[in-house]
């Protein structure tokens, strides 16, 4: 009987260490399944739905509005001159769209690499496409590489270049995008100058086609005012030490500006 009671205690003891490993196991995979989908959630808010394929109805509808000032084209061509002329060789075009940009930096032997990235796997597709990439010769294909990425999250990909634009972009993220945004390019990537364009909101009164309160695009989180952009631009070369020169894009109106307001920031040097 002695013996059974301690085969007994022993098999108890066993299925107790059994037990508490499963329950360990248990608690884990539950943690980790919990951890998974709070990671897919979070993924999920910066990737594309079909509604996001490009282009977008608000696309045309923006590229209505600003189509008689010629505006895309000036902001390109605005853009493409300050990065010649801060010497730039390697560019990253964040938010790069279907590849407008892209193809101006490939016409200019000065850029030896360009990296276009933008959220939508769709954009990048057309963005292939109409860059005609596949059918480049060697020496052209290797100064272009286009990558999928979100703009919210650190990406090693995005360090160790000279210049990057960031074309119409930072008015389609609402604030905690944004601010994860500033980190991801200004401490993060920290490239030596970036270019950033922004509609400037005070602008929109004169656009005929424009419904009065209306903002340009119907996936704008907000326009600013000269005062809002010139405040966040400064905010943002203080505390990643940068300083910025602001300047106007397009024809300026006395009351108004100009439809869009660009800053250039320069990494630890003299303001642009």
Same mark, same amino acid.
């Given at each position: 009987m002695f013996e059974l009671a301690q085969a007994s205690q022993?098999?108890? =003891?066993?299925?107790?260490?059994?037990?508490?490993? +499963?329950?360990?196991?248990?608690?884990?995979?539950?943690? &980790?399944?919990s951890l998974t989908r709070a990671a897919l959630e979070r993924l999920a808010e910066d990737v594309p739905s079909e509604d996001d394929a490009a282009p977008t109805r608000g696309d045309e509808e923006e590229e209505k509005v600003e189509r008689p000032l010629g505006l /895309?084209? &000036?902001?390109l061509g605005t853009v493409l001159s300050v990065l010649r002329g801060v010497g730039a060789k390697r560019v990253l075009d964040l938010g790069c769209g279907e590849g407008k940009l892209l193809r101006l930096l490939? %016409? !200019?032997? &000065?850029?030896? /690499?360009?990296? %276009? $990235?933008?959220?939508s796997w769709r954009s990048v597709e057309i963005a292939s496409d109409k860059l005609k990439l596949n059918q480049m010769g060697e020496k052209q294909r290797a100064r272009v590489e286009l990558i999928q %990425?979100? +703009? $919210?999250?650190?990406?090693?990909?995005?360090? %160790?270049?000279?210049a990057a634009a960031v074309v119409e972009?930072?008015?389609?993220?609402? =604030?905690?995008? +944004? =601010? =994860?945004?500033?980190r991801v390019l200004f401490e993060f990537a920290k490239p030596g /100058?970036?270019?950033?364009?922004?509609?400037?909101? !005070?602008?929109n009164a004169l656009f005929p086609t424009l419904p009065a309160g209306k903002l340009?695009?119907?996936?704008h989180r907000f326009e600013w005012t000269r005062s809002e952009f010139e405040v966040w631009a400064n905010r943002m070369a203080s505390r990643f030490g940068y300083t910025v020169h602001i300047q106007p894009v397009g024809p300026v109106n006395e009351g108004h500006g100009a439809p869009t307001q660009m800053g250039i920031f320069t990494r630890g040097g003299e303001q642009a």
């Open positions: 022993r098999v108890q =003891a066993a299925f107790r260490v059994i037990r508490n490993t +499963l329950e360990r196991i248990f608690t884990i995979n539950t943690a &980790q399944r /895309h084209e &000036q902001r490939l %016409g !200019e032997p &000065q850029f030896e /690499h360009i990296l %276009g $990235m933008d959220v %990425g979100s +703009l $919210m999250y650190r990406d090693k990909r995005l360090e %160790g270049y000279d972009v930072i008015e389609h993220l609402d =604030a905690p995008r +944004l =601010a =994860a945004f500033e /100058h970036v270019i950033v364009t922004t509609p400037n909101i !005070e602008y340009r695009h119907r996936d």
